[in-house]
């Protein structure tokens, strides 16, 4: 291959041959391990590990690292081979103290700025039970190294707290007062009796260290997710033809004991009428957890977990369309993978343009540690391949296509309704995140 010498010298890397690697998504689709080249950048100290027929097994590991709550690690290189001063070692991002309340963390989410710097959040379960809830900001700015907290998003509004499934974008353009790079926080506004629901949107115009009240965005009911209850939650944002789509889990129509919905904003102010993503005719049915990717054929894919589904419950399921306002006249198609896998609950998806001519979609879903690809842009019938990765399972694990593109940061908060959410190592909580390597 030509160009790979091309790049070495113009990006300062280094071209190896791997012989096997356990996550490389070809071999596993095909079933064989060939030999592979690929691409890494790679720091000084690790040059002359690097000129081998086959390179050492430490190599192999992916770079993991826990991102957002509990404490942080770095996978470091293992084996006899390996050097001595590692990439990075043991990092502590956040580690609850010992008196936050059960579960103490949960639903973790990313975001990568337009200047590298990463940012996450989570639900964040303090001490006295949880009384008036924030959402933490921390932030790095070296990849992933060390981790501090910039902010914290306090309810400015209701004196309820801050409490379930914040969500974090980044404007890619102006959208009435606010610009573009302009940081959005999405999450549902709740008191401690869990009596009201509110999804509220507050907004940062300096990347993430102060934050302004923007909008209410939907009033429901108790925080109970029992049909009959009126709850909305789960926000997932994205600007479709220069407005912002609010996708959301609602529970107010009492045709339905949940559907999937949105409602759009030319200003942040202002909301247009709730627009049905997911309904189905039977009650029970309950659709729930909204993500949205672009892919590059103009569709747009949505996933989301289906209780009802004949397949299991909570079966992760997505549809297709060319209209993001219109996925309740596409058909919904289940995920089942070529082993038989049916990945169930907590669904997130991200689109990758890496590994084809028609990139790579990836799905994770609370039932599995593994990931679900698919390189023919979701079209019915065609191929899941399920994908090892080193990170646990987690209620609602979130992706993160990063700026290179070659690299996914996978995020989880720890297991729902966890009472003793510790690891081997003494943990607090596990909530990690690696970096996959497409």
């Not at 060390?146 to 980044?170: C, K």
């Not at 997505?318 to 070529?338: E, Q």
């Amino acid at each position: 291959m030509p160009v790979l010498p091309a790049l070495a010298a113009a990006y300062d890397i280094l071209v190896v041959t791997i012989h096997h690697t356990e996550q490389h998504f070809d071999q596993q689709q095909q079933g064989t391990t060939p030999r592979t080249s690929a691409v890494f950048p790679i720091g000084p100290a690790y040059l002359p590990y690097m000129v081998v027929t086959r390179p050492p097994r430490w190599f192999m590991r992916m770079l993991t690292r826990d991102c957002n709550s509990g404490y942080g690690r770095i996978i470091t290189p293992v084996g006899d081979d390996a050097p001595a001063d590692p990439l990075i070692s043991n990092v502590t991002v956040f580690q609850p103290p010992a008196n936050y309340t059960i579960p103490r963390t949960l639903y973790a989410r990313t975001l990568q700025l337009q200047d590298g710097t990463l940012l996450a959040t989570w639900e964040n379960y303090g001490p006295n039970n949880n009384t008036f809830p924030y959402y933490p900001i921390y932030q790095s700015t070296d990849g992933g190294a060390t981790w501090s907290e910039r902010s914290r998003v306090e309810d400015t509004q209701n004196g309820w707290g801050l409490r379930y499934q914040p969500f974090l974008y980044e404007l890619p353009e102006a959208i009435g007062d606010y610009p573009a790079g302009t940081v959005l926080l999405s999450g549902s506004s709740i008191p401690d009796d869990l009596s009201q629901t509110q999804i509220e949107i507050y907004a940062s115009r300096d990347c993430g260290d102060t934050w302004e009240f923007v909008s209410h965005v939907a009033k429901g009911g108790r925080a109970i997710p029992n049909n009959g209850e009126t709850p909305v939650w789960e926000p997932f944002l994205m600007v479709y033809n220069h407005e912002l789509v609010v996708y959301y889990s609602d529970q107010r129509d009492p045709k339905y004991g949940q559907k999937l919905v949105h409602q759009t904003t030319s200003d942040l102010k202002t909301y247009g009428p709730v627009v049905d993503d997911v309904a189905y005719d039977t009650y029970d049915w309950r659709p729930g957890m909204t993500t949205v990717s672009h892919l590059p054929n103009g569709n747009y894919l949505l996933t989301y977990e289906f209780y009802g589904a004949v397949e299991a419950n909570f079966a992760v399921y997505y549809r297709l369309s060319p209209d993001p306002l219109k996925f309740n006249d596409a058909v919904g198609h289940v995920i089942t993978a070529t082993d038989g896998t049916q990945p169930a609950g907590s669904p997130y998806n991200v689109w990758t343009p890496v590994g084809g001519d028609n990139g790579t979609i990836f799905v994770s879903a609370g039932s599995n540690s593994t990931l679900f690809a698919n390189r023919d842009l979701a079209a019915p019938g065609s191929d899941w391949i399920e994908i090892d990765t080193p990170e646990g399972t987690s209620y609602t694990r979130s992706l993160l296509v990063e700026q290179q593109k070659n690299i996914i940061l996978i995020c989880g908060g720890g297991v729902l309704n966890g009472s003793d959410n510790r690891k081997y190592d003494h943990r607090r909580y596990p909530s990690t995140c690696f970096f996959f390597m497409v």
